[in-house]
């Protein structure tokens, strides 16, 4: 009976999780997603990121999920402020909205619209490396 539940209990969580992918697998993803460039002056697409889309009430650190011209989900951004990035701040339990990782990227980035100040970018590709080309342009 134990392994019944477990199994039901399994099966019920991928199916969330499935269904919260999907929510967000394609352009525009459902409320509370904003489009970032109507919440502050940002192009609509930003070469190399791609069509970001954030829930303003977790700003600075996202998650900002990233879609290519195609309106295809292609990452998962977080912005994490250096002056957070410290011994006494933790960023625990960062989803992944859009599902599977291919693989990640980090880097530095000085300030934009919308946080103007220094962060890094936590990137979550949900593409292999040779698709990041799709946000290239």
């Known amino acids: 009976?134990?392994?019944?539940?477990?199994?039901?209990?399994?099966?019920?969580?991928?199916?969330?999780c499935a269904v919260a992918a999907d929510e967000v697998t394609?352009?525009?993803p459902a409320a509370p997603y904003?489009?970032?460039?109507?919440?502050?002056?940002?192009?609509?697409?930003?070469?190399?990121?791609?069509q970001l889309f954030v829930d303003p009430t977790t700003l600075p650190?996202?998650?900002?999920?990233?879609?290519?011209?195609?309106?295809?989900l292609v990452s998962t951004i977080y912005m994490l402020p250096i002056k957070d990035l410290n011994p006494d701040k933790r960023f625990d339990d960062?989803?992944?909205?859009?599902?599977?990782?291919?693989h990640v990227d980090v880097y530095y980035n000085a300030g934009h619209p919308g946080v103007a100040?220094?962060?890094?970018?936590?990137?979550?590709w949900h593409v292999?490396?040779?698709?990041?080309?799709?946000?290239a342009k």
């Open 94 to 102: 960062l989803a992944s909205p859009g599902g599977n990782v291919d």
């Open 128 to 135: 292999s490396a040779a698709d990041e080309a799709r946000v």
């Open 1 to 16: 009976m134990k392994k019944l539940a477990l199994a039901l209990v399994v099966t019920m969580a991928s199916s969330l």
């Open 26 to 28: 394609k352009s525009p």
């Open 34 to 50: 904003q489009q970032v460039s109507k919440l502050v002056k940002l192009p609509d697409f930003l070469p190399g990121m791609g």
């Open 61 to 72: 650190a996202g998650p900002f999920l990233a879609y290519d011209h195609d309106g295809k």
């Open 117 to 124: 100040e220094p962060h890094v970018h936590v990137v979550l």
